[in-house]
């Protein structure tokens, strides 16, 4: 952070080098023919300038086949190039990798918070583990922000109302400027602060030295029981449907079809339960929109998740 002028920004996660070399080759590769185009343009110009001799007609056919192949076949073959280079980085750049550490992140007007699987939480300043990798799974309470880590080279929007993923692994202990990238009003230049990235030995130092307080999954089962959602949910003769397992299962719905359940179906189901009707039950569980936090949501779908063998590959 604060190292003056950069031309570029450092190259501090897994990603940065391999985004950079595509980016390099798309620069090298619209120089050359901005340059190879002008050059050619000033030369015409002056060639067949007004009066020149290379003006005369001689009657000669001058259309030769292999130029007009080179100049489709040379373009054509470093766009493919761009293109399947570009679709696998996108790929690697989207899909978490398994084992990855999961912070949740709600965005606001005009501040980020973050929240560690421990439960510890920080705000516009995020503290993780070099050489981990780490899965963000973000929302936002208000408009759209959007989470920039330059020197990780990892950005992605975040927007309200359904959960979005990024991820990005450190490489080295430092500490980095982390900016929202998405106009979102009037203190938008602000919203921002530093990510810190530490040994995963000095983490879980950092880890412990907090406040002790419940873990996600422990607020989640508290506020279960507050909103009285195991009066339906639990016991042998609920009304609805069992929660044991469902993260990551497929729910069978009224109409034949069925749908993964993931965090995004488990947050619609909270807020408008009618949206998808789950085979075999009655419609009567009200919807909780507006009663609950952001937060509280991301609680109650941590404890969803302690209730199911299958956890997308997080840590405890
Ligand atoms: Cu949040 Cu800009």
């Keep these: 952070m604060d190292r003056g002028f950069r031309l570029f920004p450092e190259q501090a996660s897994t990603m940065a080098g391999r985004v950079d070399d595509l980016y390099f080759y798309l620069l090298g590769v619209s120089t050359f023919f901005t ?6 343009i000033l030369y015409f110009a002056i060639k067949y300038r007004h009066g020149s001799r290379a003006n005369r007609v001689d009657g000669k056919d001058r259309y030769k086949r292999w130029i007009e192949a080179v100049s489709i076949g040379v373009p054509l073959a470093l766009e493919l190039v761009m293109f399947i280079w570009g679709a696998k980085l996108y790929f690697s750049a989207v899909e978490v990798p398994a084992g990855a550490m999961e912070i949740h992140v709600v965005g606001k007007q005009w501040m980020w918070k973050f929240q560690h699987p421990s439960g510890r939480r920080e705000i516009n300043e995020l503290h993780v583990p ?4 780490v899965r963000l799974t973000m929302i936002s309470e208000d408009v759209i922000h959007s989470l920039f880590v330059p020197d990780f080279r990892c950005k992605q929007d975040v927007l309200p109302g359904r959960y979005v ?5 450190a490489t080295q202990p430092g500490e980095y400027h982390l900016f929202c990238a998405e106009y ?5 230049s602000r919203m921002g602060g530093r990510v810190v990235v530490q040994t ?6 950092w880890l412990e030295g907090g406040t002790p307080g419940e873990s996600p999954a422990q607020a989640g089962e508290r506020l279960f029981t507050q909103l009285r959602c195991d009066g339906c949910h639990q016991g042998e003769r609920s009304r609805g449907p069992k ?3 469902v993260y990551g299962s497929r729910v069978p719905l009224e109409g034949g079809e069925n749908v993964l359940a ?3 179906y488990l ?3 909270i807020l408008r339960p009618a949206a998808k009707h789950v085979a075999g039950y009655p419609l009567i569980m009200p919807s909780f929109e507006g009663q609950i936090s952001e937060q509280g949501i991301i609680d109650l779908l941590a404890y969803l998740k302690s209730l199911s063998a299958q956890q997308g590959g997080e840590q405890p």
């Design 243 to 245: 929660l044991a397992n």
């Design 262 to 264: 993931d965090e995004n």
């Design 200 to 205: 995963p030995s000095q983490y879980q130092a």
């Design 35 to 40: 340059l190879l185009i002008a050059g050619l």
């Design 165 to 169: 993923q990024s991820w990005f692994e």
């Design 130 to 133: 070099a050489g981990q990798p």
């Design 267 to 269: 947050r619609e189901s």
């Design 184 to 188: 979102c009003g009037t203190d938008h």
